[in-house]
């Protein structure tokens, strides 16, 4: 099956560490991604990463991926009232370009 | 290089009455992927066509079709709308390497 989920909502203050949370089930695939969204707009694709690598930083973010519990976060550092927004995990599964949205988490930066 | 383009952004219609919208992906991407957002159900996945012919299909009824042009252009129709179908419509680009950028959406509204 192909069911991503997410917890709905985190709340932070701002200079804090975010984590969001991402559980996936198809083992089959090979990308998984992390977006972000912001009020009226569209999906912005933040990073990714390969099903065979555990870890993966881009500046503020850090993803990483647990492959036996299929288990996917994403570390925001110093988070900032810009990232507030809804971030969703999505996979990919078997090399096909149809992608499976975990059903997103708000996350509110509080000044 | 221009980023993915949807038209319209924002379009009203009456229930029974057929939609069509456009989607331009990114210059090169020969891929174009549509997702349906809404409150209830999240992001779901409609279809995805790589160079005029439908690849992938998601659980959609058939009032929901698409085309794709030779010059990588999209288009989704949406024929006897009902309530439900009031939706943001997500278009997504990609060379088809699973990378996927995309547009700001349309926001249909079925009165």
């Known amino acids: 099956g192909e069911d991503v989920e997410q917890s709905l909502f985190l709340s932070v203050r701002e200079g804090d560490s975010s984590v969001i949370n991402c559980t996936y089930t198809d083992s089959s695939s090979t990308y998984l991604y992390w977006y972000k969204q912001e009020p009226g707009a569209g999906l912005q694709l933040l990073t990714y990463?390969?099903?065979?690598?555990d870890m993966k930083q881009d500046q503020r973010l850090t993803v990483l991926l647990n492959k036996k519990d299929k288990h996917l976060s994403l570390r925001i550092a110093d988070t900032q009232t810009g990232d507030s927004a809804i971030y969703f995990c999505?996979?990919?599964?078997?090399?096909?370009?149809?992608?499976?949205f975990g059903t997103g988490t708000k996350l509110q930066v509080i000044p | 290089k221009a980023g993915v383009t949807q038209t319209p952004r924002y379009l009203i219609k009456t229930r029974g009455q057929q939609v069509t919208l456009s989607c331009s992906p990114i210059s090169g991407h020969r891929s174009v992927s549509w997702y349906q957002q809404t409150p209830g159900q999240g992001l779901q996945f409609l279809f995805e066509?790589?160079?005029?012919?439908?690849?992938n299909k998601g659980n959609f009824p058939g009032r929901f079709s698409g085309r794709q042009f030779s010059n990588s252009r999209s288009e989704m129709n949406v024929s006897t709308l009902e309530l439900g179908d009031s939706a943001l419509y997500l278009c997504?680009?990609?060379?088809?390497?699973?990378?996927?950028?995309f547009g700001p959406g349309t926001r249909l509204t079925v009165l």
């Open positions: 066509y790589f160079s005029e012919t439908q690849r």
């Open positions: 997504a680009s990609s060379q088809g390497n699973n990378e996927q950028f």
């Open positions: 999505a996979e990919i599964p078997g090399g096909y370009q149809k992608v499976t």
């Open positions: 990463i390969f099903s065979n690598m």
